[in-house]
């Protein structure tokens, strides 16, 4: 599966090059993310990071839409530097003109959420339970302390956790 999206970069990087009639230097191609991004241009790094999960989950429309959209980041910071904005004109140009696609800044496909561990907290409301990530459970522990905005008293652990 990584072959087809290299060979999307590479021919989307010839297409650039075909527009502008000059070479743009390759980037290194990464499948190390995950979560909610498709994509990742890594513009000081000369680096393309991909989601192989939603490839597999968008396979024609990765390939149609989301690697142009990264390569496009590349090509812009290449030929404009590092000052235009993300999806700014430079970007929209090379997406319509280069690529004949519309520029969209965001993909629409269905993201698992993954489940998360809570820990809930409580204070004197009546509906004052506060779910805390690990992170801030683990901070408590080392002596933090939250306090309940409406009626300012300290957070304590109810002994209770859920998954989210």
């Not at 021919?11 to 994509?39: H, I, M, N, T």
């Not at 409580?122 to 506060?130: L, Q, T, Y």
């Amino acid at each position: 599966m990584p072959e087809q999206i290299h060979a999307r970069v590479e021919a989307c990087y010839q297409q650039a090059e075909a527009f502008f009639k000059q070479r743009f230097a390759r980037p290194e191609v990464s499948f190390k993310l995950r979560g909610q991004k498709a994509g990742v241009a890594h513009l000081t790094e000369n680096k393309l990071r991909f989601n192989l999960q939603l490839y597999r989950a968008n396979h024609e429309d990765f390939l149609h839409q989301t690697v142009p959209h990264e390569v496009a980041h590349m090509i812009a910071h290449q030929l404009f530097g590092p000052r235009i904005q993300p999806h700014g004109e430079e970007w929209q140009l090379i997406m319509r003109g280069v690529y004949e696609l519309p520029p969209h800044r965001c993909h629409s496909y269905e993201v698992e959420r993954r489940k998360v561990n809570r820990f809930i907290y409580r204070c004197s409301c009546p509906d004052g339970e506060f779910p805390f990530s690990a992170q801030r459970h683990a901070l408590v522990a080392k002596g933090r302390r939250y306090y309940c905005r409406r009626c300012k008293v300290t957070l304590t652990f109810s002994g209770e956790q859920r998954q989210e």
